[in-house]
């Protein structure tokens, strides 16, 4: 299975500032990548899908990078409500996979 | 508005049996594949299985394989995960969710139910 390694485990930034969350594969899954944001209590919610493609309602301030094995998820000024965990998820071939997530706290 | 409702989560012993159910609105369910994935107490997101839309063909982690079963009915616009053989460490929020895009294998999944919890305990 292809395993999924998302770096750092934990990001303090402040309001306003920029975030880069980094989703590492141990094989290449192209361009099949997607990023979730999650908060206590919720369920998942799709940011990106196809490594760069935002999902519906989004905000533009959310971005997706990346393929073959390196991807990026990058929120160029962080608001309040961003504060959240973030995972990616491959599509590339069976099983999916989820990578562990990073937590974006406020610094 | 689309939306996932699932139930059937519950309490249950080693070894025993559930069927979590998830019904589907706003939709046309028979045209997207459904998952579902699943969250234990305080850990990430684990992908279980997952249907094409036609129902023809289905996919499971190693982990669950041999023991759960993923279906759907779509006349009732709804899809389905029986549980057998539990084990303490299926312990999980366990929730539904619909692929992005329809007529293929697009599994990213812009939709997710609420959670139904499931229990695993003696």
């Known amino acids: 299975e292809i395993v999924l390694t998302q770096s750092p485990a934990t990001l303090s930034l402040s309001p306003g500032e920029r975030a880069t969350l980094s989703c590492r594969a141990s094989q290449s899954v192209s361009s099949y990548l997607a990023w979730y944001q999650q908060k206590p209590g919720q369920a998942p919610r799709l940011l990106i899908y196809d490594a760069s493609n935002r999902a519906t309602g989004v905000p533009a301030r959310f971005s997706g990078s990346g393929s073959g094995t390196d991807f990026t998820l990058t929120i160029s000024s962080l608001e309040p409500e961003d504060f959240a965990v973030y995972y990616c998820q491959h599509r590339s071939r069976w099983p999916l996979t989820f990578g562990g997530g990073t937590n974006v706290e406020i610094k | 508005e689309v939306q996932l409702l699932e139930s059937g989560g519950d309490l249950a012993q080693p070894g025993g049996s559930l069927r979590l159910s998830c019904a589907a609105s706003?939709?046309?369910?028979?045209?997207?594949?459904m998952s579902w994935v699943r969250q234990a107490p305080g850990k990430g997101l684990e992908w279980v299985s997952a249907?094409?839309?036609?129902?023809?063909?289905?996919y499971y982690a190693d982990s669950v394989k041999g023991r759960f079963t993923i279906s759907r009915d779509n006349s009732k616009n709804t899809l389905y995960l029986q549980l057998n053989s539990l084990r303490t460490d299926d312990t999980a929020v366990y929730y539904c969710?619909?692929?992005?895009?329809?007529?293929?294998?697009?599994?990213?999944?812009?939709?997710w139910g609420q959670g139904t919890v499931v229990t695993v305990s003696s």
């Open positions: 969710a619909k692929s992005f895009r329809a007529f293929g294998d697009y599994f990213a999944f812009d939709i």
């Open positions: 249907l094409s839309g036609g129902g023809s063909s289905t």
């Open positions: 706003g939709f046309i369910f028979s045209s997207f594949g």
